[in-house]
């Protein structure tokens, strides 16, 4: 919500700010539950940068004349319209009242997932499977596991024993 006002400030009397024309911001911050009021005049510095606490006071002079104390300085607004000042004033006043409700819980942080159990722990290796010899050539026999080796035998088959 922005809407268009000459801000005053009030020390005695209500002087205006020079430069004339605001445009004034009611902001909130979700994160934090935080609301402030912001005016920006001509130049890019703000006229009014301050936070709203549930303890200042929002109220009204005449229909388009409102005021408010940020702790520091009291505040006018002369609206330009009624329109405008009742929509803002209905804006304050409703976060005054938010900010002094209790705060909401947090909503719960969704449930993070379940953490990927640890890989089994190796098994005692098998003996590999008899691989067949690769093909062409003479014949050969697969091997087998290991086995001790028997004592030649004058023979001469090449093969393993029977």
């Not at 009397?13 to 911050?29: K, N, R």
């Not at 009242?97 to 990927?116: E, G, Q, S, Y």
Request: net charge positive.
């Amino acid at each position: 919500m922005c809407i268009r006002d000459s801000i005053y400030t009030h020390s005695g009397d209500w002087a205006a700010i020079p430069g004339g024309e605001c445009s004034v911001s009611l902001f909130y911050t979700a994160a934090s539950n935080a609301f402030r009021i912001v005016a920006m005049g001509r130049n890019p510095q703000p006229v009014i940068n301050a936070p709203l606490f549930k303890e200042h006071q929002y109220g009204r002079i005449s229909e388009t004349f409102h005021y408010w104390n940020d702790g520091r300085t009291n505040w006018g607004f002369n609206h330009y319209t009624q329109q405008d000042a009742n929509t803002f004033e209905s804006n304050v006043l409703k976060a005054l009242d938010d900010l002094k409700k209790p705060p909401k819980p947090a909503a719960a942080a969704p449930p993070k997932p379940a953490a990927k159990p640890a890989a089994p722990p190796p098994t005692p290796s098998k003996p590999t499977p008899p691989t067949p010899a690769p093909s062409g050539g003479g014949s050969r026999v697969a091997a087998k596991p290991p086995t001790p080796a028997p004592a030649p035998s004058g023979g001469g088959g090449g093969g393993p024993p029977p």
